[in-house]
């Protein structure tokens, strides 16, 4: 099990390259099974879940071949069945749920359950799959899908669901009629999937906004296909550029997919900039307090709570964030209140008292953007050494993280630890 060790007090400078999104290559290649062939995809980040991803893909008898450009032949897929042993390892494995029953009109897929941050149910995914007339049966903790052909459907969602919308537009995308989704996912990850889906010859439209619709068509053909970069990755970055007062130019990445979070932090006192195919970000040696509440995209992201909490511990008072999208996302919390952080959690809400000089010591990583946010908080260490433990689940989100910190001036490294 390999452990980070980071000694806080460097002015990070320089150049980052961000890569694909995690979150857009995991239905990406889900949507491979809608199309019969060989579809290339570009852009494909180095990470634990994508690998995952690929795994489940060949259990289930697709030829799965490459890494950065990733093939993938559903040619001859033979099963239908995502196994548990897969599915609890990485619960976006749910995603081939709509593309297996809209190909094969039977799909048979672990439960995911739920996992360090939240229950992660799936009952939005299921009920939109039955309005398409699919009968939907749970046993032996398995979801059994089956339809001999799904029709378009009303559908409004309860709640807005990133990988229950891209689920439902994968399943409509082959089904017969129109599909509409109200109160959709308007995430950037659901508009690139509906790009490939168009690009596959379906007809997607809405996407990116609460209202999608599908026509459903009879076939899809395989395609080719870059991944838009990760905006949590970019994220991280920009805060870690902000916190240690560096200056670091952020390659390839969107800023308009993350205008919220760099709001906050231009609002906080970071300088972010539009610059040559991404953003230059200037830190400050003072930052002002803020108050977060996550939504969903376009508002501010869940998946950078964490990181604007180590922004937290440095700003000159009392900053708020609450969490509205999972019910067990301030994990990170004890573990930065032992780097003597001042952090006071009720409910949903962490208020952070700011001017607090973090000290190192060994952290323990207990969900991937908890990790990141561990890793940021040994940045600013003032004296001591943090060592987070468990980056197996830092590996399933940020590739090689230590190696691009550590090119821009960090004293990072990676060890083995028995
Ligand atoms: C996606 O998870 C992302 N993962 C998450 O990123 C991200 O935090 C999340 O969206 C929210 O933005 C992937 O895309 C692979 P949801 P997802 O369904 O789709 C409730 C990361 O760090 N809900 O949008 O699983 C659910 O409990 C990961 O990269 C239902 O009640 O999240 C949650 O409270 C973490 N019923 C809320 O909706 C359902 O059927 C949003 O969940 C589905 C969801």
């Known amino acids: 099990m390999d452990a980070i060790v980071v000694k806080g007090g460097a002015r990070l400078v320089g150049e980052v390259e961000i890569c694909g999104a995690k979150n857009?290559?995991?239905?990406?290649?889900?949507?491979?099974?809608?199309?019969?062939?060989?579809?290339?995809?570009?852009?494909?980040?180095?990470?634990?879940?994508?690998?995952?991803?690929?795994?489940?893909?060949?259990?289930?008898?697709?030829?799965v071949v490459g890494d950065r450009c990733l093939e993938v032949d559903t040619s001859s897929l033979a099963e239908v069945d995502a196994p548990y042993d897969l599915v609890r390892t990485m619960r976006a494995s749910v995603l081939v749920l709509g593309p297996l029953l809209a190909r094969f009109g039977r799909a048979r897929v672990s439960l995911p359950g739920g996992c360090a941050i939240g229950a992660r149910p799936i009952d939005q995914h299921l009920k939109g799959l039955e309005a398409m007339g699919a009968t939907i049966e749970l046993s032996e903790g398995y979801v059994e899908a089956r339809c001999k052909k799904l029709h378009g459907a009303q559908i409004t969602c309860d709640v807005q669901t990133v990988t229950g919308t891209m689920n439902l537009m994968m399943?409509?995308?082959?089904?017969?009629?129109?599909?509409?989704?109200?109160?959709?996912?308007?995430e950037p990850e659901v508009e690139d999937l509906a790009c490939v889906i168009n690009k596959m010859g379906g007809k997607v439209?809405?996407?990116g906004t609460s209202v999608v619709h599908i026509e459903g068509v009879d076939e899809l053909q395989p395609v080719e296909h870059a991944?838009?970069?990760?905006?949590?990755?970019?994220?991280?970055?920009?805060?870690?550029?902000?916190?240690t007062g560096g200056d670091v130019l952020i390659k390839n990445c969107l800023p308009e997919h993350l205008h919220a979070a760099i709001h906050k932090l231009e609002q906080a006192g970071a300088q972010v900039t539009p610059a040559a195919g991404g953003v230059r970000v200037v830190g400050a040696t003072h930052f002002s307090p803020f108050e977060i509440t996550t939504q969903p995209h376009p508002g501010f992201p869940t998946d950078m709570q964490a990181q604007f909490m180590v922004l937290a511990t440095v700003a000159d008072g009392q900053s708020t964030l609450i969490e509205t999208i999972f019910e067990n996302r301030f994990m990170h919390v004890p573990e930065l209140c032992r780097m003597n952080a001042a952090i006071k959690?009720?409910?949903?809400?962490?208020?952070?008292?700011?001017?607090?000089?973090?000290?190192?010591?060994?952290?323990?990583?207990?969900?991937?953007?908890?990790?990141?946010?561990?890793?940021l908080a040994g940045l600013i260490a003032e004296k001591g050494i943090t060592r987070?433990?468990?980056?197996?689940?830092?590996?399933?989100?940020?590739?090689?993280?230590?190696?691009?910190?550590?090119?821009?001036?960090?004293?990072?490294?990676?060890?083995?630890?028995?």
């Open 24 to 63: 857009a290559a995991l239905p990406l290649i889900a949507s491979a099974i809608l199309a019969p062939g060989r579809s290339i995809f570009k852009n494909v980040p180095l990470l634990r879940d994508v690998a995952t991803m690929g795994q489940v893909l060949r259990h289930l008898g697709a030829d």
């Open 171 to 186: 399943a409509a995308a082959l089904a017969r009629g129109r599909t509409t989704i109200e109160n959709a996912a308007c």
């Open 205 to 207: 439209t809405g996407a």
């Open 227 to 243: 991944i838009i970069p990760d905006r949590i990755e970019a994220g991280t970055f920009m805060v870690a550029a902000a916190i």
């Open 345 to 375: 959690v009720r409910g949903r809400t962490a208020v952070v008292r700011g001017r607090r000089a973090l000290s190192g010591t060994t952290v323990m990583a207990s969900d991937l953007r908890a990790s990141a946010a561990l890793i």
């Open 388 to 418: 987070v433990r468990r980056v197996y689940h830092l590996d399933r989100g940020y590739e090689r993280i230590e190696d691009k910190l550590s090119k821009l001036g960090a004293t990072i490294e990676r060890v083995k630890e028995a």
